[in-house]
C-alpha cells in the first residue's frame, strides 16, 4: 500500500524532471547558437516574409514573327473610317477592289510577336530565340526598363531562326521592338525583382 503511493508520487516528479531538463536542453541550444547561426535564420525568414528567392538561369524563349489578317465584305460591314495602315506600319489595309474575284472585299492586317509577354527574373540571361513566318524582313533590337538598348539592330529574313541573347540586370519590362513594323509589333519581356 505505502508502495504504491510512493509510486504514484513518484511518476509525476519524474515527468517534471523530464520536462526541465528538455527546457534546459533546448535553452543551451539556442545560447549556443552562433551570430552567423542566427544570420542564415534571419535571412531565411526574410527569404520567406519577401519575394521568392529563385536562382538565375539561361533562360531560353521562344517567340515568333508572323502576320495575322482578316477579311470581310462591304455587304456585312463598312470600310473603317480610318486607313489602319495610317496608324502604325505594323498594320496593314486593303481596300475594295483588291481582290478581282470578290470586289466587296476588303482586308486588314498585322504584324505581331507571339508570345506578345514573357516572363523572367532579374539575373537570368535571356536568350530570345526568333523565328521569322511572315514578312521578308524586319529589323529588330530589344530595349531595357531604362530605355537603353541592350540588343543592337538585326535584320530578320522570313523562314530564318536568330538568337537574341543579354543579361537582365534590371528588373522591369524590356521590349522586344521590331522597327520595320513599329509601334505596334512589339512584345514585353517582364524581368521579375528576386529580392
Ligand atoms: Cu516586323
Given amino acids: 500500500m505505502f508502495i504504491r503511493k510512493r509510486a504514484r508520487l513518484l511518476v509525476p516528479l519524474m515527468l517534471m524532471i523530464a520536462g526541465v531538463a528538455l527546457l534546459a536542453i533546448a535553452a543551451g541550444?539556442?545560447?549556443g547558437a552562433s551570430e552567423e547561426d542566427l544570420d542564415a535564420l534571419r535571412a531565411e525568414v526574410q527569404a520567406?516574409?519577401?519575394a521568392p528567392s529563385i536562382d538565375p538561369v539561361d533562360r531560353l524563349i521562344e517567340v515568333t514573327g508572323?502576320?495575322?489578317k482578316g477579311t470581310?465584305?462591304?455587304e456585312n460591314l463598312a470600310v473603317p473610317e480610318v486607313d489602319p495602315s495610317t496608324l502604325s506600319?505594323?498594320?496593314g489595309y486593303k481596300a475594295p477592289g483588291f481582290d478581282e474575284d470578290n470586289p466587296s472585299d476588303w482586308r486588314v492586317e498585322t504584324y505581331i510577336w507571339g508570345p506578345g509577354n514573357m516572363t523572367a527574373f532579374q539575373g537570368d540571361t535571356i536568350d530570345l530565340h526568333t523565328f521569322i513566318l511572315n514578312g521578308n524582313s524586319h529589323t529588330v533590337r530589344v530595349e531595357g526598363p531604362?530605355?537603353?538598348t541592350v540588343v543592337e539592330d538585326v535584320e530578320m529574313n522570313r523562314g530564318r531562326t536568330y538568337n537574341l541573347k543579354f543579361d537582365a540586370t534590371q528588373a522591369g519590362v524590356y521590349?522586344?521592338?521590331c522597327l520595320t513594323h513599329a509601334p505596334t509589333m512589339t512584345a514585353d519581356i517582364v524581368v521579375l525583382p528576386t529580392s
Fill in 29 to 31: 541550444c539556442t545560447s
Fill in 48 to 50: 520567406l516574409d519577401g
Fill in 66 to 68: 508572323f502576320e495575322i
Fill in 72 to 74: 470581310t465584305n462591304t
Fill in 89 to 91: 506600319a505594323g498594320y
Fill in 146 to 148: 531604362d530605355g537603353s
Fill in 175 to 177: 521590349k522586344l521592338i
